[in-house]
């Protein structure tokens, strides 16, 4: 599952829709519904955001919210390092091979350790 794909069932579910009832609603089959909650499918289109937002009638900050999920939401990443050192290529490999077999507090642990080194000062 992916981050945008949980939050998309979570608000779906608290507005006590199916997935049939969305997916008519909006325009797009509930098999894709069922695959963007499942993380099968890459990110979704703007088009598509702003159609869940607008069905949804969410306000400005959740939608901001959905969108930045939304970004960070493809199943199926490449990490380009041509032109970088050895080692970011050893790194992205080594997180490729092992990703599967960490702990989702070693996640959150790397995950807060690259968004520090992201931001600045």
């Given at each position: ?73 493809d199943p199926r990443v490449v990490v380009d390092t041509a032109g970088l050192a050895p080692q970011y290529t050893a790194l992205a490999n080594l997180l490729a091979r092992q990703i599967r077999s ?20």
């Open positions: 599952m992916t981050p945008f794909g949980e939050a998309l069932r979570q608000l779906r579910r608290s507005k006590g829709v199916s997935q049939q009832e969305m997916a008519t609603a909006i325009g797009v089959s509930p098999a894709y519904l069922s695959a963007l909650e499942h993380g099968r499918r890459g990110r979704p289109s703007f088009d598509f955001l702003q159609r869940v937002v607008g069905y949804f009638n969410i306000i400005w900050d959740e939608a901001e919210e959905l969108f930045r999920l939304a970004e960070c939401s960490l702990e989702p507090d070693m996640v959150d642990d790397l995950t807060k350790l690259l968004e520090k080194a992201r931001k600045p000062g």
